[in-house]
């Protein structure tokens, strides 16, 4: 069962939107799902009802709601891509951090649900790696975060598990980027890294020219077995 609701902000001043799936039964835990630069649109909302079906609870809240309200773009089309760039310019990652944050208390405090996650793509994959390091998540996968290297001063505040997937040919992420994550990360009790060889940018999304069938579901089973051992013990 899926649903749309509100989610106050940290200070109460304002709320904002999120997708909702439930699962059948109790959940075992809950994931915030974190959206690509494209909005909480259909690949996003499939991610959750995947979640759901798996047993968890998971929420994707609109974090471009400060800019402009139930943002959804499909990054096949041009016009739309570009549009998403632009949101992205404006973005307040700090604010957005902030409304995961919110999202997860939602999620503990409104569902009951004691354990709470993250997984995000993309725009999203960068955010899962800073609400690592500054709320208080239980567990967090970034699939091809952009500009983490400029993060890694934060990398000593990871406190809970934390899952990074790198594909080596990101367009948007070069291989000195790649090489700092590794210099930076690989060292870190509670980061696991996964490169994924000659592979793009957007390689996991649920629909479209981006994604890779065989490595999507590769990286989806080892974020399944992440989440099962860090959500659910």
């Avoid at 998971?58 to 891509?81: M, N, S, T």
Wanted: charged fraction near 25%; aromatic fraction near 8%; charge should be negative.
């Amino acid at each position: 069962m899926s649903d749309n609701i509100a989610i106050s902000t940290r200070d109460g001043s304002d709320e904002f939107k999120a997708y909702v799936a439930h699962p059948s039964g109790t959940p075992t835990a809950a994931i915030v799902v974190i959206q690509e630069i494209f909005g909480v649109n259909q690949g996003i909302r499939q991610k959750c009802d995947k979640l759901a079906v798996d047993g968890y609870l998971a929420i994707a809240p609109d974090l471009f709601w400060r800019i402009e309200r139930g943002v959804q773009l499909d990054p096949d089309i041009e016009v739309e891509f570009n549009r998403a760039l632009e949101l992205m310019e404006k973005f307040d990652q700090d604010a957005g951090v902030k409304d995961i944050q919110a999202t997860i208390d939602y999620a503990r405090g409104q569902e009951g649900v004691s354990k709470v996650g993250c997984v995000g793509y993309c725009l999203g994959g960068r955010l899962a790696y800073m609400t690592a390091a500054r709320t208080d998540v239980d567990a967090s996968v970034g699939y091809y975060g952009v500009g983490i290297d400029g993060l890694l001063g934060e990398k000593e505040a990871i406190a809970k598990p934390l899952l990074l997937h790198i594909p080596t040919e990101d367009g948007f992420v070069d291989k000195d980027t790649q090489a700092a994550m590794h210099k930076g990360l690989d060292g870190h009790p509670r980061v696991t890294l996964y490169d994924y060889e000659g592979l793009d940018h957007g390689f996991a999304t649920e629909m479209g020219e981006r994604r890779v069938e065989d490595a999507a579901n590769l990286a989806d089973q080892r974020s399944a077995a992440f989440f099962a051992e860090n959500l659910r013990s």
